[in-house]
């Protein structure tokens, strides 16, 4: 053995070839502090090897490397810009090390090679992929660019198009096409992946391949000219502009890098590279989503963890009611490999549940997602019926029938009579408290909530809601059950909104003393939406519906009267009493028409301005940064409450919980990320400055303790 660490170790493997093998301990490879000090070490070793003649490159693991150690990245960043640099440079050198040992370097790329894995495997002289790799850079989904010679590299050996791509999409890509775009040099079975790779290096080894040309392409500046780099990078800036938007500023990032290095050879061009990551890592966004990553990683670890304390696995599904949601949620069952009973009172609904899970299913095979016989198979997992059995054996039933307290409580004892002791009866009530409703039954321990969003399929997060007498298998079961369909579970405790809609509403009620005071709800949408809000709240409203709307605003007011009860008629109740329902019937705050792909287009409603202007005072121009101030202070000192009272259990699950479920801006990386960023203490001195206009505005203890403390939700 010429080397032996925890993360890798270096062997002759024959005369004068080396092996380095990527195996860590107890982990996936990855380039954290351990692997990165290790390779400098092994590559210490190889350099001085007597007889040296080649180098093999492989994973003792399924996956090749799956990039930097993500966890590393916060304290780094904190560090700041010279920290930054110094944490590149040590792998940077390592890199170029490699490249620059006087053999030839052959790397085996099994499974997944992204980010960082991948700029290593670059390095190489030449890259040999199992048909099962997955190859990419995916930097840029966390704000940055890639900072291990990515941006140099990639465009030198696959050319300019193929590198914008790659780094501005992030994706990752399959063997077949990394062959394609010149990525990887060939593309072989598992089984024979390293022998085809030995193989590879000894053609190098005997002057058969020419490895030292296609080396020194790499060294040198992009071979194109001006007029051609001109409009390779200008079309590409434009593209790439529209599409990541403002808010998200690394991919252009990365083109500039590229476009500036393009003349350079690698060893001017890496600084260049150095200087664009670090100026990414040092934005709030790349912060954000660095954050909102980990917290992923954390809220599906702890779903994982709740799951497999559940004592049964979830198979069989009964769901009660075909509706929208109902229909929804079967569909989702089946799609993931549930058996599926659904059940409604109606023919109609059955149909149209049916009907709705079918188009859905078109879409994906027409998308090349799935075969037609795959398609079949679904549809055949949802079996509809209009009659219940005396004994059900399903292991959970999720009840999603109208949301009206009195049938939902003959629904569920009626259910629960029929089915086995243990099964698991869970609730998609958006509104209903799961204490009341469990008053309907024998076994309350085996009821909980299990709050969907609208659209299911589409929306990744589940609220699992623990009443007072919920027991903690029937909470394992169900985030099981939501694990299983591939959806996100937090799991909140009971109260008016459970933790979603409890601080939505706060949101929704500073629109409404916005537009009460004379701010036009186009301007509040537009400042919103600036501030990276997917839709504003007057259009979020219309495609909620203004019933929907209405009904929870009244649960939540009676549920909070000291701050959330009604002192004055808001925008949505005039909307609602005029029937301006929205999208639903194509009238609410704007007027719908149908685009040419017959999708709901908004346009200005003279007749809802009309019908609102009773109501609203002289028209008041206000700047974005207190609309948004107006607007998100309501939603941060409610979502502190809900954490203070343990309705949330961490901010993690809290951010998340908004991201998943409502489409907060991801760059923003969550409410209590936003109040960290701006700093606790100013967030409580904005709110004081609103304090007159509701208590809403009112910071809550743990935040005043937090400013007082200089402390952060992170
Ligand atoms: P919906 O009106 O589209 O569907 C309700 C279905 O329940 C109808 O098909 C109806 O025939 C059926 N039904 C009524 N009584 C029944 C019974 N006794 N047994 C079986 N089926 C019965 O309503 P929806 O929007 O799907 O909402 C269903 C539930 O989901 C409600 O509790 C709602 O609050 C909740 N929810 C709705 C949304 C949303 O955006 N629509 C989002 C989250 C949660």
């Given at each position: 053995m010429i080397f032996e660490g925890k993360a890798l170790q270096v062997q002759?493997?024959?005369?004068?070839?080396?092996?380095?093998?990527?195996?860590?301990?107890?982990?996936?490879?990855?380039?954290?502090?351990?692997?990165?000090?290790?390779?400098?070490?092994?590559l210490s070793k190889i350099e001085a090897h007597p007889g040296l003649k080649g180098v093999l490159v492989t994973s003792g693991k399924s996956a090749f490397i799956v990039g930097a150690d993500i966890t590393e990245f916060t304290s780094v960043f904190k560090g700041g810009a010279l920290a930054i640099k110094a944490h590149l440079k040590k792998n940077l050198d390592n890199f170029n090390r490699l490249e620059d040992l006087p053999v030839p370097t052959v790397v085996a790329i099994s499974g997944f090679a992204l980010g960082g894995g991948l700029e290593f495997a670059l390095s190489c002289d030449f890259r040999i992929a199992a048909e099962d790799a997955r190859v990419g850079l995916p930097e840029t989904k966390l704000g940055l660019i890639p900072g291990w010679g990515g941006t140099c590299r990639l465009p030198r050996i696959a050319g300019v198009p193929t590198a914008v791509e790659w780094i501005c999409s992030g994706s990752d890509n399959r063997a077949n096409d990394a062959l394609t775009a010149g990525v990887v040099d060939g593309v072989v079975a598992v089984e024979s992946l390293r022998e085809?790779?030995?193989?590879?290096?000894?053609?190098?080894?005997?002057g058969e391949l020419d490895y030292k040309t296609r080396r020194e392409r790499k060294l040198q500046p992009l071979s194109f000219n001006d007029i051609e780099s001109m409009m390779a990078f200008e079309t590409s800036k434009g593209f790439v502009g529209a599409q990541a938007g403002k808010h998200y500023p690394a991919p252009m990032e990365a083109i500039k890098?590229?476009?500036?290095?393009?003349?350079?050879?690698?060893?001017?061009?890496?600084?260049?590279?150095?200087?664009?990551?670090?100026?990414?890592?040092?934005?709030?966004?790349?912060?954000?989503?660095?954050?909102?990553?980990?917290?992923?990683?954390?809220?599906?670890?702890?779903?994982?963890?709740?799951?497999?304390?559940s004592d049964q696995s979830?198979?069989?599904?009964?769901?009660?009611?075909?509706?929208?949601?109902?229909?929804?949620?079967?569909?989702?069952?089946?799609?993931?490999?549930?058996?599926?009973?659904?059940?409604?009172?109606?023919?109609?609904?059955?149909?149209?549940?049916m009907s709705e899970a079918a188009k859905l299913l078109t879409k994906r095979v027409n998308r090349g997602k799935m075969k037609a016989d795959g398609m079949a198979g679904v549809l055949n997992r949802i079996t509809p019926t209009l009659t219940l059995d005396a004994e059900i054996g399903s292991d959970i039933v999720i009840e999603a029938v109208v949301e009206n307290p009195k049938v939902k409580h003959a629904v569920l004892a009626d259910v629960e009579s029929r089915v086995s002791d243990g099964?698991?009866?869970?609730?998609n009530t958006s509104t209903i408290s799961i204490d009341y409703l469990a008053e309907s039954l024998n076994r309350p321990e085996n009821f909980c909530g299990m709050h969907f969003f609208n659209p299911v399929h589409a929306m990744p997060l589940v609220e699992v809601i623990r009443g007072a007498k919920t027991s903690e298998s029937t909470v394992a079961r169900t985030v099981a059950c939501a694990q299983a369909m591939g959806k996100k579970a937090i799991v909140v405790n009971d109260c008016p909104g459970f933790l979603i809609n409890r601080v939505l509403f706060p949101y929704f009620a500073g629109f409404s003393m916005l537009v009460r005071d004379g701010v036009s709800y186009q301007a509040i949408d537009k400042a919103m939406e600036n501030w990276g809000w997917p839709m504003g709240p007057a259009y979020l409203l219309d495609v909620i519906g203004m019933d929907t709307a209405v009904h929870c605003e009244t649960v939540l007011s009676e549920g909070f009267p000291d701050r959330m009860g009604k002192t004055f008629k808001a925008a949505m109740d005039v909307m609602y009493?005029?029937?301006?329902?929205?999208?639903?019937?194509?009238?609410?705050?704007?007027d719908y028409q149908k685009d040419k792909r017959g999708k709901p287009k908004k346009v200005v409603s003279e007749e809802a301005l009309s019908l609102l202007a009773p109501h609203v005072s002289s028209a008041t121009e206000l700047g974005p940064d207190d609309i948004v101030a107006r607007m998100m202070l309501?939603?941060?000192?409610?979502?502190?409450?809900?954490?203070?009272?343990?309705?949330?259990?961490?901010?993690?699950?809290?951010?998340?919980?908004?991201?998943?479920?409502?489409?907060?801006?991801?760059?923003?990386?969550?409410?209590?990320?936003?109040?960290?960023?701006?700093?606790?203490?100013?967030?409580?001195?904005?709110?004081?400055?609103?304090?007159?206009?509701?208590?809403?505005?009112?910071s809550t203890a743990g935040m005043l303790d937090k400013a007082e403390k200089n402390e952060s939700y992170y």
């Open positions: 002759e493997i024959e005369s004068g070839v080396v092996e380095l093998l990527f195996n860590a301990e107890g982990s996936v490879n990855k380039f954290d502090d351990t692997t990165v000090s290790e390779l400098g070490s092994a085809s790779a030995l193989i590879t290096l000894r053609r190098c080894m005997s890098v590229i476009e500036r290095s393009a003349k350079l050879g690698r060893d001017e061009a890496l600084p260049l590279e150095t200087d664009g990551f670090t100026k990414m890592a040092l934005t709030s966004a790349a912060q954000a989503l660095v954050g909102v990553f980990l917290s992923d990683q954390y809220i599906v670890k702890k779903a994982k963890d709740m799951a497999k304390q979830v198979s069989d599904t009964l769901v009660l009611g075909a509706g929208i949601m109902g229909g929804g949620i079967a569909y989702q069952a089946a799609l993931k490999g549930l058996n599926v009973s659904m059940k409604d009172i109606a023919q109609s609904g059955l149909d149209l549940g099964c698991v009866v869970a609730s009493e005029n029937e301006r329902l929205g999208q639903k019937n194509g009238k609410g705050f704007y309501p939603m941060a000192t409610e979502i502190a409450r809900c954490l203070e009272e343990g309705i949330v259990a961490s901010p993690a699950e809290a951010d998340m919980a908004l991201l998943y479920g409502l489409g907060f801006p991801p760059f923003r990386g969550g409410v209590f990320r936003w109040m960290d960023d701006l700093g606790v203490d100013k967030i409580c001195e904005m709110a004081s400055s609103f304090e007159n206009l509701s208590p809403l505005y009112q």
